[in-house]
C-alpha cells in the first residue's frame, strides 16, 4: 500500500499534474518508478527536480515530512518546455536549475508562496509550453503497429532521421520507445482487469510469456507486483 496519498489530476496537454505528502511521523518510503516514456517536473521545499525519461526501474523516495507537486509531460511533450532535447535528460534526476538557471529559483519559490502550489507550477508549465515536434504523434501511432523500417516509411522519414528525431523528442530510439509504449499498453489494460493472456495480445506481444519477460527487464520485477 502507498501511505503517501499519491493522486493525480487531468490536466489539458499535459500527461496529468499528481501530488504526494509523507506525515512527519511517517517512515520513508520507496517507490519504484517504471519507464513510461514521460517527464515529470517535481517542487518540494528543496526545490524543482526534473526526472527524465527512464530506460529502466528507479527508485524514487518520499521522506518524512515530504509534500510535492508535480508535473508529467507526456513522451515527446518535455523538450520544448525544458529547452533541452530528452535524450540529453534520459535516465537523469537533476535541479531545473541546471536548465533554467535563476529561473528555477523563483519558481521554486513562487510556488511556495502560493495558495495552490500544484496551480502554480501548472501554469508556469503551460506559460511556456510550445507545440512539440509535428512528427511526435505520428512516430507513437506508427510505431504501435509496425516494425521501425515500415514506420519510418510511414511517417516520411530515412531511419536515421527517425531515430534522430525520436532521441530528441522522447529520449528514446524508436526501437526502446516501441518496447517502452507497449509495456505501458499491456500494464494498463492489465491493471484495468483485462486477463493477462489478452492484455499482452493487445498491445503486441507474441504471448503472455513474451509479456512476463518484457516486465522483468524493464521493471525489473514481475508483473504481479505492478497490478
Excluded at 68 to 75: D, E, K, L, M, Y
Excluded at 136 to 163: F, H, N, Y
Excluded at 196 to 220: I, K, M, P, T
Aim: charged letters at 25%; hydrophobic letters at 45%; glycine letters at 10%.
Amino acid at each position: 500500500m502507498n501511505p503517501t496519498c499519491y493522486r493525480e489530476y487531468p490536466e489539458e496537454g499535459l500527461a496529468c499534474s499528481w501530488t504526494a505528502a509523507l506525515p512527519r511521523d511517517g517512515e520513508p518510503y520507496v517507490q519504484r518508478v517504471v519507464p513510461d516514456g514521460c517527464v515529470d517536473l517535481m517542487w518540494s521545499e528543496r526545490g524543482i527536480l526534473v526526472a527524465g525519461p527512464d530506460t529502466g526501474p528507479v527508485p524514487a523516495t518520499v521522506r518524512p515530512g515530504d509534500s510535492v507537486v508535480a508535473v508529467r509531460f507526456g513522451p515527446g511533450a518535455a523538450p520544448p518546455v525544458l529547452g533541452v532535447p530528452a535524450d540529453a535528460i534520459r535516465d537523469g534526476r537533476l535541479p531545473l536549475r541546471e536548465l533554467w538557471g535563476g529561473e528555477a529559483d523563483r519558481l521554486a519559490e513562487a510556488v511556495a508562496r502560493a495558495a495552490d502550489p500544484r496551480g502554480a507550477l501548472v501554469a508556469a508549465v503551460r506559460a511556456r509550453m510550445r507545440p512539440p515536434d509535428p512528427a511526435v504523434p505520428a512516430v507513437v501511432a506508427a510505431l504501435a503497429g509496425s516494425s521501425v523500417r515500415e514506420a519510418a516509411d510511414r511517417v516520411g522519414l530515412s531511419e536515421r532521421q527517425l531515430r534522430r528525431r525520436s532521441l530528441a523528442a522522447f529520449g528514446y530510439g524508436p526501437k526502446t520507445l516501441q518496447r517502452v509504449l507497449r509495456f505501458q499498453r499491456a500494464l494498463r489494460l492489465a491493471r484495468a482487469g483485462v486477463p493477462l493472456a489478452d492484455a499482452a495480445l493487445a498491445a503486441g506481444y507474441s504471448d503472455q510469456a513474451h509479456f512476463a519477460h518484457e516486465v522483468r527487464d524493464l521493471a525489473g520485477e514481475p508483473i504481479r507486483n505492478l497490478l
